[in-house]
């Protein structure tokens, strides 16, 4: 599988490297279900990665979870402003990361998100028609005012991870899959 290709080559070349988008957690009203959201995602992300032949990149996975009770119900470019000062501190840090996907966009989850993922098929289930999903924010704004797309929980990691590399115009929400245009 292309995806699964793409992931190992970044992670030869960089053994450090971490895989998943950085997550904004837009709501504070219920940890618990916090919790079961996250659970889903890991649950789902590790699920499709063993499907994949690639359950020993799950390690990688690392959601870093910005959490701040300022960021309540924060409109998205509010989060993106956010996410550009992540990266921002990221590349000041002599430690850091190499620069992957995982600097081009990030995931933002109000309680609207998190219910439309607790409402959907659980996470052994794959989420073919997206009910379940989130906000993937590019970092930058397009000329078109193009910066968000609705992406289903089940295609974030392997697919939009590794599709985004292409470049924004490939991740697209269609009725079976994200896909590289």
Same mark, same amino acid.
């Given at each position: 599988?292309?995806?699964?290709?793409? =992931?190992?080559?970044?992670?030869?070349?960089?053994?450090?490297?971490?895989?998943?988008?950085?997550?904004?957690?837009?709501?504070?009203?219920?940890?618990?279900?916090?919790? *079961?959201?996250?659970?889903?995602?890991?649950?789902?992300?590790?699920?499709?990665?063993?499907?994949?032949?690639?359950?020993?990149?799950?390690?990688? #996975?690392?959601?870093?979870?910005?959490?701040?009770?300022?960021?309540?119900?924060?409109?998205?470019?509010?989060? *993106?402003?956010?996410?550009?000062?992540?990266?921002?501190?990221?590349?000041?840090?002599?430690?850091?990361?190499?620069?992957?996907?995982?600097?081009?966009?990030?995931?933002?989850?109000?309680?609207?998100? #998190?219910?439309?993922? =607790?409402?959907?098929?659980?996470?052994?289930?794959?989420?073919?028609?997206?009910?379940?999903?989130?906000?993937?924010?590019?970092?930058? #704004?397009?000329?078109?005012?193009?910066?968000?797309?609705?992406?289903?929980?089940?295609?974030?990691?392997?697919?939009?991870?590794?599709?985004?590399?292409?470049?924004?115009?490939?991740?697209?929400?269609?009725?079976?899959?994200?896909?590289?245009?």
């Amino acid at each position: 599988m292309p995806d699964i290709d793409y =992931l190992r080559k970044l992670c030869s070349r960089h053994p450090q490297m971490r895989l998943g988008f950085v997550v904004y957690r837009l709501t504070y009203e219920n940890d618990y279900k916090w919790a *079961r959201f996250m659970d889903h995602l890991n649950t789902r992300t590790r699920l499709n990665l063993e499907k994949n032949g690639a359950g020993d990149l799950f390690p990688r #996975i690392d959601w870093s979870v910005q959490e701040d009770p300022a960021l309540e119900d924060a409109d998205y470019d509010e989060v *993106r402003k956010r996410f550009n000062r992540w990266v921002r501190d990221q590349s000041e840090d002599k430690e850091r990361e190499p620069f992957s996907t995982r600097h081009l966009a990030c995931v933002a989850v109000p309680m609207f998100h #998190i219910d439309c993922v =607790l409402k959907g098929p659980k996470p052994t289930q794959n989420d073919s028609l997206g009910y379940g999903w989130v906000a993937l924010i590019r970092a930058e #704004i397009e000329e078109d005012g193009e910066g968000c797309t609705q992406v289903g929980v089940s295609f974030l990691v392997p697919r939009a991870f590794s599709v985004l590399e292409i470049g924004w115009h490939a991740v697209d929400v269609g009725t079976q899959d994200v896909y590289a245009g």
